[in-house]
């Protein structure tokens, strides 16, 4: 089956606060092949109820039946994203990219596979390259402004943010992960406008009142950023923020010690 012969659905999906996992994608066939696509559309179903491991395996099962088919391999390679299989997933987008050299999703995913073994160059050039493809995508930028904040460039990480707020305003996570690179460069007004719209939009995002308590710690507001602080300390969550509520705990021990 031809590249041609296939019609794709994009589905977009939000996963992490710094990387957004998956662009989904879903085929029909212009005759039948019921080969392949009974098992693909387990796969997709697998994947979008959270059994990424079942996904593999109906993945596999396409394309042992179809291995020309791009949508697969890029689908199994979002599948072993969610099972940390980094390196598998790459794999699998390279074959996709082989078939289909101009698949903005591709490019993106392999981004983020990139991007979470810290393969910072390689992560940055599928996200622009994938950009000049379907400028239109705000997850794009999105997530290349976040590859920057990892390799602690906050001002080209700005530029990104900004472009992705523009397709897509009002977006609590990208307005969450601006008001960090505005703490980056060290500027707290901003950063804790951002952090406020966020609580303004989405009221449980937890880790916005960790941010706020930084912006209002660097502007002198010790009292606010307390309550901000200990705001996060109890919705924050045990196992993701982990780390921030550690640093919480010492940021409040060290302010009611002033």
Known sequence: MEQSELMKKVCFGMTLALAALGLLLGYALAGPEPDAQEPFDQGVTALTQ??????VEKFTAALK??????????NRGIAE????LWGDAVGDFDQALE????????????????SRQEVFDKALADYTQAARFAPQDWQIYYNRGNTYLDMKKAQEALKDYNRALKLHPQAPEILHNRSLAYLALDKPEPALADADKVIGLKADYARAYYSRG??????GHKY?????YRH???????DADAPLLQKTLERIKDLEAK
């Open 65 to 74: 039946n179809n291995p020309k088919l791009p949508e697969a391999y890029i």
């Open 232 to 238: 996060f300390l109890n919705t924050g969550d045990p």
């Open 50 to 55: 959270g059994n990424p491991t079942l996904a």
């Open 224 to 228: 606010e950023a307390l309550a901000a």
């Open 99 to 114: 078939l289909a050299p101009n698949s903005p999703e591709a490019l993106y995913n392999r981004g983020l596979a990139y």
């Open 214 to 219: 930084q912006a209002l710690e660097k502007l």
């Open 81 to 84: 994203m969610n099972l940390s």
